[in-house]
């Protein structure tokens, strides 16, 4: 009664609904949307800081993408090094961080296990998420370092005969990075991936104990599948954040990539171009080209993540 | 014969039992052992550090705290003065916009409502470094460097809290306590600021403490806007402290640089963790 009366007053609400909505979208178009455009807009000019001296702004067409993939003067094309980097840094931190957050979660959530101490455990591996990841960075830096903790040990119980300088070596300021990443990302992996699994019916899986499947068979044919959608958005998500991977490489090598910039990644090479030389043109071809990875990536792994779900999803509407 | 499988039974659930907690220790003691040594470490001085390893703590901690408040160069209370106050506003605009802006996408029928909703969704996806180019510029222009503006008001467009927001408005707001309210002559606005803002506390309270966080955390745009030593957020100042001739440091106080910059959140995390661990979940994975 009271909604037709509202009806027939012929109040319309609709211009609340714009009103509301305004404050979101003017600071999105004024901080992201207007910013997003002039990146693009300064890819296509050469404009720089020599010294004093202020280059351009002058139109040059596709010139900064050109030069961001032609072979410097080492022969090394930077921006794929860069590119290669960032991914080898990721997969090396997030195929373990997947791994076990799978492993964990499906421990967690054991109907047959029934772990106790869970919240203390939850609490413990989500932690590092939240720490300030350059003082993170930081810390493994100290740690690490010649005069570090890790280098007193080693010595003094005689398995390195002097210390190892840990951050000139390619393999370990790489696996250091992963294991930061691994270690700040795998608590909140896990913590979705239960979610998902506590999402799932219990019934699939009481009825797969009574037909008589092992635990591994429950997780194959039961669990992994219907957990199919939120592992691809966890992959996703960490793929993206991956690509913007720069706060732990940034101080744990002071900006440098060390050793030879085998450690640096696009968004370190980004900002390079915007502290240093103030090179808006660069910047703003190596940030199209982020842009563009980074949507090309998410649109691959969620075709291809999503394809066996979506086909057995089929399989069931057919029956 | 039942009675032998019982007790193989039972015998492999033992053991899986003892095998999870072990991975559970495991795991647990990689994520802590940094940061106990860091503790440890804090408490130590320059001299008892170059000395050698150990895992138990010595008396050094309030020489060492009163070091590191007191440094010339590093001014770690302005610091953590500056990023707690970039880091409240920016909670406190991030969370009433983005429930205003869910608000207003849930309860409201227009004709750009679908198209505002998943363009918010869209964008969720792009890096937010994409803009720092035309960010940093624009801001360079209007002389906004040195200046909290930019790195407080763009929070009011978060499309992730957005999202959480929504879903949260979606379990929780019946629409008859709009209609109820409007038949009762309240105005739209008051409708979200005294009946809904209230309702949606929760969401709030989570979400308040998740960009608390992470603007205390942030590093890369203030780092491009901020040069004035007086201005300087905790972020920067550590990675300043990596960039300083690192020989001639004092290691006690750099532990303690580096503890000071991450205990406000440790101490938020301990109280709050069953809240935060439990709001992690609830925006994300339904979608």
Redesign the interface.
């Known amino acids: 009664m ?2 037709k009366k ?1 009806k027939e007053s012929g109040v319309s ?9 305004l ?6 178009t ?10 693009l ?2 890819s296509f000019f050469e404009n720089y800081r020599d010294g004093l001296m202020q280059i351009g702004p002058n139109f040059v067409g596709l010139k900064n993408f050109v030069t961001l993939f032609s072979p410097d003067n080492t022969g090394s094309i930077g921006m794929l090094k860069y590119m290669g980097n960032t991914i080898i840094l990721w997969v090396l931190g997030a195929v373990p961080q997947v791994l ?1 957050a799978l ?2 979660a499906v ?1 967690f959530t ?1 109907y ?2 029934r ?1 106790k101490a869970q ?1 203390f ?8 998420n ?7 960075s ?6 690490f ?1 010649p ?1 570090g ?1 890790v280098n ?2 080693l010595v ?1 119980s005689g398995i390195a005969e002097k210390t190892i300088d840990f951050l000139s070596i390619k393999v370990s300021v790489r696996a250091l990075i992963a294991l930061m990443n691994f ?1 700040m990302w795998f ?2 992996t896990t ?2 991936l ?3 699994i506590q ?1 799932i019916d219990q019934c699939l899986f009481e009825a797969a104990e009574i037909d008589g499947a092992n635990s591994l068979q429950v997780f194959f044919r039961v669990t992994l599948p219907l957990l199919a959608p ?1 592992l691809v ?1 966890t992959v ?1 998500t960490a793929m ?1 954040g991956g ?2 991977m ?2 732990v490489p ?3 090598t ?2 440098k990539g060390t050793p030879d910039r085998t450690s640096m990644t696009m ?1 370190m090479y ?2 390079n171009y ?2 240093t030389s103030k090179n ?1 043109g660069m ?2 071809a190596v ?1 199209v080209v ?2 563009i990875v ?2 090309g990536l ?1 649109l691959f792994v969620y075709n291809t993540l999503s394809k066996p779900y979506k086909e057995e999803t089929k399989k069931r509407n057919r029956i | 014969m039942k009675n032998r499988e019982n007790t193989k039974g039972r015998v492999t659930l033992i053991i899986s039992r003892t095998l999870a907690y072990a991975f559970l220790i495991i795991i647990s003691f990689m994520c802590l052992f940094s940061f106990y040594m860091l503790i440890i470490n804090a408490t130590r001085s320059n001299a008892q550090l170059q000395a050698g390893f150990t895992l138990l703590p010595k008396d050094n901690f309030f020489k060492n705290l009163r070091n590191a408040w007191t440094d010339s160069s590093i001014n770690i209370p302005r610091g953590m003065l500056n990023s707690f106050f970039i880091a409240i506003c920016s909670a406190v605009l991030t969370t009433y916009f983005s429930a205003l802006t869910a608000y207003g996408i849930h309860v409201y029928r227009f004709r750009l409502r679908r198209f505002a909703f998943y363009f918010i969704m869209a964008v969720m996806m792009i890096p937010p470094q994409v803009s720092a180019v035309g960010f940093i510029q624009i801001m360079y222009k209007l002389n906004l460097t040195n200046n909290y503006l930019p790195l407080i008001l763009p929070s009011i467009a978060a499309p992730v809290v957005f999202f959480y927001m929504k879903q949260y408005l979606e379990s929780v707001l019946p629409m008859d306590i709009v209609e109820a309210a409007r038949v009762d002559g309240s105005s739209e606005f008051a409708t979200f600021n005294k009946i809904v803002l209230p309702i949606m506390k929760p969401a709030i309270a989570v979400q308040m403490i998740f960009s608390f966080v992470s603007s205390w955390n942030n590093y890369f745009i203030p780092a491009l806007l901020l040069d004035k030593a007086e201005m300087k957020t905790v972020p920067i100042m550590i990675a300043q402290l990596r960039s300083a001739d690192y020989s001639k440091f004092d290691m006690g106080k750099v532990y303690m640089f580096i503890l000071l910059a991450i205990l406000p959140v440790l101490i938020v995390y301990i109280i709050l963790s069953k809240a935060i661990i439990r709001g992690v979940t609830a925006g994300s994975v339904k979608g």
Request: net charge positive.
């Open positions: 009271k909604r509202l609400y609709a211009k609340w609904g714009y009103i509301f909505i404050p979101f979208f003017i600071a999105y004024l901080f992201t949307l207007i910013p997003q455009l002039m990146t807009y300064n076990v492993l964990l421990l054991s047959r296990l772990l919240p455990f939850k609490t413990v591996i989500y932690m590092p939240l720490i300030m990841a350059s003082a993170f930081m810390l493994f830096f100290t740690l370092s005069v903790p007193q040990v003094s270690l608590g909140n913590i979705l239960m979610a998902g999402g939120i958005y996703i993206i690509l913007q720069f706060d940034q101080v744990l002071n900006a968004v980004l900002n915007l502290q808006y910047a703003g940030s982020l842009f980074s949507a998410s």
